[in-house]
């Protein structure tokens, strides 16, 4: 099955500043990419997304990018506010039932 | 995007008993999602419900200890059986939903402690 590594695991930035999650995935096959953000004690919510015929996908100041061949994507998050603080959880969807399989999450910290 | 209704938000049970959850949501669908978010973890899918066949259950969990309904093409439960303090975690479903904006929805989520 589909398995998902992110890193880093904390992220801490000053205001202003970008922030960069990466995610690696093993199922060659996975063809759709989403990135969550998670407040605490809220559910995820869905902040952009990619498939995989697409290389790069930008929504005002929040980016993902994929490779392919390496088997890789990055969420790029730029000018970060101290609101960009939570939960951040990348996952792919392999070849089966569609479902989705996530990475541990990325903890970022936005200091103004 | 679908609108999710998941109840309750949160209980408080003793060990031994059992607690259904509910996931209601306002278009149809055909597959709905399962996940346990234990505290500061990752998401894990549970399993997967369709409509009108058995669910298909991931690695470690059992139909026995999670039951699961899905009568129709909006509604689903989860049952967690039996309930130790292992248990205690948050519940969660969730719905693929195609269209412009192609994604999976999540419910609000049960924050389950069991005592």
Redesign the interface.
Known sequence: GENVEQHPSTLSVQEGDSAVIKCTYSDSASN?F?WYKQELG?????II?I?SNVGEKKDQRIAVTLNKTAKHFSLHITETQPEDSAVY?CAARGNS?????????TQVVVTP | SAVISQKPSRDICQRGTSLTIQCQVDSQVT?M?WYRQQPG?????IA?ANQGSEA?YESGFVIDKFPISRPNLTFSTLTVSNMSPEDSSIY?C?V?VAGVR????????TRLTVV
């Open positions: 759709y989403p809220k559910r995820p919510q869905l997304d498939r959880f039932w569609g479902k989705l399989q996530f990475g541990a999450g | 597959m999602f973890q990752s998401l894990t899918l997967t298909t969660l969730s693929e192609y994604g999976y929805t999540f419910g609000s989520g």
